[in-house]
């Protein structure tokens, strides 16, 4: 502080931009090797009570029945865009028309974007996924992503394993055929030449799940969001796979890992949720 008070106010303006890049800079270090203070840098907010991604273990979780999932306009094919964030890829939804409410959920959430991290970030019964999607929704009232992030549960995201099997899943193709467009384009949105239903990127019984209250994975790791896990994995082939991860970050270095380790449970208590009838798609 002394030294600061003792500086011109050109140097303090200096001072302070040159704190902001370091703190950019430092917390993108994860994208190619986990070191253990990967953190260091990171704003306090990530280091509350209740960060994500957690161990979800089947023997310890509170089994509870609830009414369903409601999915609106998961069926329906929509215009999205592709973007390399610099940490991952993201699909775009810019429509507001697909939302999710009921079962675990208070309110009724819009879907924002799914992106995705290699490996998963949670595991399941001691497991990793090669793959791990989430479907960042935020809460209707907020009219978008950036409100919602500072209200209790503006963020519900939905989680989606995937697992390996030789002929993967069709969606991919659609979006891994664009990700060479957006690859060292950091920050460039592109529109996707096809339309993409949302669901197909669900697993196809998806009437169980894991839920449990935590944070985004990525700074400002704001709490609390409410996650909702499926355990039934999806398909990805490895060629999908390596397709999709095909992108860079601002050092132009390629992006092998981009999972946060896993975040003490602190207490929280995770629930398996149980639907009585599977989830329902709704058109508006
Ligand atoms: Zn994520």
Same mark, same amino acid.
């Not at 865009?81 to 775009?92: A, D, M, P, R, S």
């Not at 090669?130 to 960042?136: D, I, K, R, Y």
């Not at 095909?246 to 602190?266: F, S, T, V």
């Given at each position: 502080m002394l030294l600061l008070e003792g500086l011109s106010n050109f140097y303090k303006i200096r001072f302070l931009i040159h704190k902001k890049d370091d703190y950019s800079k430092t917390w993108r270090v994860w994208n190619t090797s986990l070191r253990e203070n990967y953190q260091d840098g990171w704003p306090d907010s990530c280091c509350g009570n209740n960060q994500s991604p957690i161990e979800l273990l089947k023997k310890t979780a509170e089994i509870v029945h609830m009414s369903r999932l409601v999915y609106t306009n998961y069926d329906v094919p929509q215009d999205v865009?592709? &973007?390399?964030?610099?940490?991952?890829?993201?699909?775009?939804f810019g429509c507001k028309s697909v939302s999710i409410c009921d079962g675990i959920l208070e309110n009724e959430y819009v879907l924002d974007n799914i992106h995705f991290h290699w490996n998963s &970030?949670?595991? @399941?019964?001691?497991? =990793?996924? +090669? %793959?791990?999607?989430?479907?960042?929704?935020? $809460?209707?009232? *907020? &009219?978008? @992503? #950036?409100?919602a992030l500072n209200i209790p549960f503006g963020i519900a995201i939905i989680a989606v394993f995937y697992e390996f099997s030789p002929e993967g899943s069709e969606i991919f193709n659609k979006i891994t055929k664009n990700v060479e467009c957006v690859a060292t384009n950091i920050k460039e949105p592109v529109p996707l030449d096809e339309q993409l239903v949302p669901k197909e990127l669900l697993p196809k019984r998806s009437c169980n799940y894991y839920a449990y209250t935590g944070s985004l994975t990525t700074p400002d790791c704001n709490e609390p969001v409410q996650w909702i896990i499926f355990p039934k994995p999806c398909k990805i082939s490895p060629c999908q796979l390596e397709a999709l991860k095909?992108?860079?970050? &601002?050092?132009? =270095?390629? $992006?092998?890992?981009? *999972?946060? +380790? %896993? #975040?003490? @449970?602190?207490g929280r208590i995770v629930k398996y949720v149980k639907e009585s009838f599977y989830g329902k798609f709704k058109k508006k």
């Open positions: 865009f592709l &973007e390399n964030n610099g940490h991952t890829v993201k699909v775009g &970030e949670h595991t @399941l019964n001691g497991k =990793k996924y +090669p %793959l791990e999607s989430h479907f960042v929704h935020y $809460i209707k009232e *907020a &009219e978008n @992503l #950036q409100n095909n992108i860079y970050d &601002e050092d132009n =270095k390629p $992006i092998l890992r981009n *999972a946060r +380790p %896993l #975040q003490p @449970l602190n």
